[in-house]
């Protein structure tokens, strides 16, 4: 496995390479990027959380696009594993600066912008800041103008959103991100990589050979093709498959587990895919939510806008659909959404020996039970479509959560309606947060379609949702706060899908409803 750390090559072999005075062991499957940079001497990058919410452990990514142009990604390194680096440049707050002779260094504009805008005091948190907002100059950098001050400090907000601060406050790191992406003085950090080195390093990766399978050691597996992906599959089980690893990390970082073979499906072209074709839109179970962003800017800017509030940047800029649907976490925030726009995914079985087959199921019927599906042993998720008339009709989503960046939520509602005259003919009201599972509350469904819609009904179904629903307390809210909150989001949608803007809380007889949070 090669990679560039910062302005060097990094070549790993996969089996014990004693002896070689230009390889190195590859690192066990489940080793972190930040625990490898760390026992290489490389500890700007921090620890801080180990969990993906402080940003002290940001590194940038670069990777090629289908254009074969490098572009880089904010990410976590405490949740990011080693193996993921193949093929890719990383960059960590040491790589920023460049060599300009050999006891000198020219700090990166971000860099000397923390230091005139006085944007670091204990110092701990600053190398993810500084290297958040290396990222988004870095996609900046090839800019035609210079961006204004109000969009310059929206990217700023958006970069830093999962970088925590104990000391400063933001408002110097804000204004050091400002100033950079207002200025002309942004260098890519590719322009200090020799071309030739950097070129070499980002081809294709040849397959990885089977020594180290033959000799029973720990593998991590980077399938190019479906096929490849579920032979691995087939003869390891789903419980190897690794993505954004946003949630899976966790296993290695908070519990301790370890894992001796794991199975990166990132590099397979099908599940990276986003496609239209007969009536529905296709996602790979590997777009990441960055990439789901720009498809949806412009289908759905409400979905986007939630998309921002599911996680940080970093976790964005990782973190899959598929990996969202498959842990089944009942507080995951895009399974109300797909419930509401009544998507289904398409489950591959790979049993051992045996040619692939596909089935597909509707989302409102892949879960049994918390953290339980109807993915077997050798099943997987290769893709999640959506109607496109679904995403086309009026529909809300809601999030509260206690925080409003970067936060899990309390509850989550989604919501599609499609009817004229007053008079729904489709209606569909999903909620996260509230139980075990994802869930959809079909006679709340019912009782919307089967009359003229109006204040009155508006009540009534309000009332219906808080009798039917049966929530769980625990430590985000209890039962009482969230079926209260479940039936203001509902009629705060119908009220938005008549036109009207919601009533004031005096106005509401039935219910004391204080107005959502945080949506």
Same mark, same amino acid.
């Not at 599959?233 to 899976?248: E, H, P, Q, S, Y």
């Not at 990276?272 to 007969?278: F, I, R």
């Not at 940047?313 to 659909?321: S, V």
């Given at each position: ?11 790993? %072999?996969?089996? !014990? ?35 993906? %919410? ?51 260094? +020219? ?87 020799? !071309? ?84 529905? #839109? ?92 109807? #993915? ?46 007053? +008079? ?81 809380? !005096? ?13």
């Amino acid at each position: 496995m090669e990679f560039m750390l910062n302005n060097k090559p990094v070549s790993f %072999d996969i089996v !014990d390479s004693a002896g070689s005075d230009h390889l190195e062991t590859m690192p066990a499957p489940d080793t972190t990027i930040l625990k490898m940079l760390r026992e290489r001497g490389l500890v700007g990058t921090k620890e801080g959380c180990a969990s993906g %919410d402080c940003g002290a452990c940001t590194v940038m990514i670069g990777e090629a696009n289908n254009d074969g142009v490098l572009e880089y990604r904010a990410i976590n390194a405490c949740i990011s594993l080693a193996g993921s680096l193949a093929n890719k440049h990383l960059v960590t707050v040491e790589g920023l600066a460049k060599q300009t002779t050999e006891n000198e260094q +020219q700090l990166h504009p971000v860099q000397r912008a923390m230091v005139d805008c006085h944007g670091s005091q204990c110092g701990f948190c600053t190398p993810g800041f500084v290297m958040s907002l290396a990222a988004v100059a870095e996609q900046a950098s090839g800019r035609k103008a210079q961006l204004e001050l109000d969009d310059a400090r929206i990217k700023v907000l958006d970069a830093i959103s999962g970088n925590l601060c104990r000391c400063t406050g933001y408002r110097p790191i804000i204004e050091a991100g400002v100033s950079v992406l207002t200025g002309s003085d942004i260098n890519a950090v590719g322009d200090a990589v020799d !071309d030739e080195v950097l070129n070499e390093i980002l081809r294709p990766p040849h397959p990885i050979s089977s020594g180290a399978e033959a000799a029973g050691e720990a593998n991590y597996y980077r399938p190019r093709s479906l096929a490849a992906l579920d032979a691995l599959v087939g003869r390891l089980g789903n419980k190897a498959i690794v993505a954004g690893c946003t949630d899976f990390a966790l296993e290695i970082t908070q519990r301790w587990r370890a894992y001796q073979n794991l199975v990166d499906v990132t590099r397979v072209p099908e599940l990276l895919a986003m496609t239209e074709a007969d009536g529905k #839109l296709s996602i790979g179970a590997a777009v990441t939510y960055t990439d789901i962003e720009r498809q949806f800017k412009d289908l759905s800017p409400g979905f986007v806008h939630l998309l921002s509030r599911l996680g940080s940047r970093q976790i964005r800029n990782c973190g899959t659909l598929g990996g969202n649907i498959g842990t089944a976490s009942p507080i995951a925030d895009t399974p109300p959404v797909l419930l509401a726009w009544d998507a289904d995914v398409v489950i591959r079985s790979c049993a051992p020996e045996a040619i692939a087959t596909e089935r597909h199921i509707a989302l409102s019927d892949f879960y049994l039970d918390y953290r339980k599906t109807r #993915l077997q042993a050798h099943q997987y998720i290769s893709e999640i479509r959506i109607p496109t008339q679904s995403i086309h009709r009026f529909h809300r989503f809601y999030k509260h959560s206690k925080r409003l960046e970067d936060d899990i939520s309390s509850v989550m509602g989604a919501f599609c309606f499609d009817g004229n005259e007053g +008079q729904l003919v489709h209606a569909r009201v999903a909620f996260g947060g509230m139980a075990a599972i994802p869930l959809r509350v079909p006679i709340v469904e019912a009782l919307l379609v089967a009359e003229k819609l109006s204040e009155d009904l508006v009540n009534r179904a309000c009332r219906l949702l808080s009798e039917t629903l049966t929530p769980m307390t625990d430590v985000r809210a209890s039962a009482a706060f969230r079926a209260e909150m479940a039936s203001e989001m509902l009629s705060r949608a119908l009220f938005e899908y008549l036109g009207q803007s919601m009533p004031r809380v !005096d106005e509401l007889k039935d219910f004391g409803l204080r107005g959502v949070d945080n949506v």
